[in-house]
């Protein structure tokens, strides 16, 4: 089973959208550890996968306590995701998805700006051979994303496009897994969905804090829910967690 087909399966049977962004604040190390885990335990029974990013691999290490996350995630069956968002030359590149690979991750995120040839060909060959994903970022959820996602830009052929159709061009042409358009942006969402259609799944992080909404989001075409404050800063994780849940399979 390729990334693709693992987190359909796992939306499938887990009747959740859901992806958690198990991000959380700076803290001591062992207190960061046991609080993702506890999120972890007491959200998973309601979202499809699980997405790290740097919040814990930097003061967790990869190799070292980070490893009991990824390990549990697995053992749940949810396939997991670092949002590394490779962006360097293509031998860097290939070197910083490996040890994501060997570390467990079933997926990377990767910036397609660094283009194919020494960018991101390497990590799509490293993903490939290793039987992972890669995810690419075609316009972001932040209130700047309009310049670089947003800006127009010159093709090849001299027509004047706006740089996230390029990118999702190339999520089509380079077979990406996925695709990330935020929540903040449904009109977005919708426009790179009539591009992507079902062969590339919309993943829309922005949900709750940045002000993105689940309904509108699904709407216009996601697939999957990228949420994190709103489920890891919380009271209750898992009742929260529950809650969008609910609210996505209401869409
Ligand atoms: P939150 O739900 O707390 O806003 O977190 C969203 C997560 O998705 C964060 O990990 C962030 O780095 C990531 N993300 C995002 O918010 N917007 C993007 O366009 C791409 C992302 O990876």
Redesign the pocket.
Known sequence: MNFKEKIEASTQARNSKIVL?L?LPPQKRELLLNKATEILENVEPYVCAV?I?RHLVLPLGLFNDLQKIVKRAEDYGLPTIM?C?INDIGATNRVVAQHYFDAGFDAV?ANPFVGWEQGLKPVFEAAKKNGKGVIL?VY???KAAYEGYGQTVKTESGKLVPQYAVFAEKALKWKADGA?V?ATYPEKIREIHQMLREEVPIYS??????GGKIREALNAGARFL?????ITLSEEPGENAKKLRDLANQV
Not at 205 to 210: F, K, L
Not at 226 to 230: E, K, P, T
């Open positions: 962004a991000d997405k990013n949002d968002k995120t970022l972001m959820s932040h990330v935020g992080p922005g949900i709750g804090v940045q990228i949420v994190g404050r709103s």
